[in-house]
């Protein structure tokens, strides 16, 4: 048995402005990221290295707020966050502010496997990355037409435009149970549109945006990141499984209709459990999402259709 969840950001893109072709487009973004994911639990490889390999096919795709496409700071840069976390131990990785590095989420992973840190920050994270053998972009390598366009619309005061939708457009995160009933998670982001620079969201927050543990579940997050770190979404979650008689389903709709609604807090969250039960829940308008599961087929969805 193997499960694999993936998403592509919580978002209040109105169901009229997602034209089918830009439908077709995410949702292949979505299928990619659970094809080659799927493709390693099938062969009974790691978690681990199944959300690595989703994160990485959705940071290439310029379509997400992660790698390529991410959306850009006030002042016109893109500034990078991820983190990962292997359940069986504990273990975690995590990366933010970064201007320079291509797949956020494998520095992160680096940083799990070949640092004594849980999270690095900045210039001193790309140094270590270079030490690690990776090598560095042009910061103008993650812009996107669309990007800049969403950018200048909101320096402009557009009213139509709140950063907050925008930037729910495109976070990427995984989710996955191997075939030896080990858990991980993997979140990456470019944050918010017109985030202030030096801004942190809760994706790369251990326990936030990213949490894992064999006893519970794998979570990874998306929406409004303030709100989230406050909450401890992440490990919210696992904490319920772990410590009440709830359910993997029951904890994740608690906290996305519960504690997140009660601050306002918008977003959505996807969650595997050790059983494979595989939870996608939002209190946004919708959220991009996918799952995979031993013997199925890829299943996309956005809005709140099955
Ligand atoms: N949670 C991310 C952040 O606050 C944004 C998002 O998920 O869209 O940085």
């Known amino acids: 048995m193997f499960g694999l969840a993936v998403h592509g950001g919580a978002g209040t893109l109105p169901r009229a402005q997602l034209d089918p072709d830009r439908e077709r487009a995410y949702r292949a973004g979505l299928a990619d990221a659970l094809q080659a ?9 790691s978690s681990l290295d199944a959300v690595t390999r989703a994160v990485v096919v959705l940071e290439d795709n310029p379509l997400f707020n992660a790698g390529r496409g991410a959306v850009l700071t006030l002042d016109g840069h893109h500034e990078l966050d991820a983190a990962i976390m292997e359940g069986s131990k504990l273990r975690a990785g995590a990366v933010c502010g970064l201007h320079h590095i291509r797949n956020p989420v494998e520095l992160a992973r680096t940083v799990m496997e070949h640092s004594d840190y ?3 920050h900045g210039a001193g994270a790309e140094e270590f990355a270079l030490q690690q053998g990776f090598s560095l ?51 990456s982001t470019g944050g918010m549109t017109a985030k202030r620079y030096s801004r942190i969201g809760d994706s790369p927050i251990i326990g936030a945006g990213t949490y894992a543990d064999d006893r519970c579940g794998a979570v990874s997050a998306t929406g409004h990141g303030e709100i989230f770190i406050r909450a401890a979404v992440a490990h919210d979650i696992c904490a319920r499984v772990r410590f009440t008689a709830c359910s993997l389903e029951q904890a994740v709709r608690d906290v996305v209709y519960g504690e997140l609604v009660a601050l306002r807090g918008e977003g959505g969250v996807i969650a595997i459990d050790r059983h494979g039960h595989i939870a996608m829940e939002f209190n946004s308008e919708g959220m991009f999402r996918g799952s995979l599961t031993a013997g199925g087929e890829p299943r996309t969805s956005i809005y709140g259709d099955p």
């Open 37 to 45: 994911g799927g493709e390693i639990l099938a062969r009974n490889g």
């Open 118 to 120: 849980v999270m690095l």
């Open 137 to 187: 972009v042009a910061n103008e390598y993650f812009r996107t037409e669309e990007r800049w366009r969403q950018l200048e619309r909101l320096r402009r005061g557009d009213p139509q435009l709140s950063p907050l939708t925008i930037s729910h457009v495109g976070t990427v995160g995984a989710v996955a149970l191997d075939t030896k009933g080990g858990l991980a998670a993997a979140t």
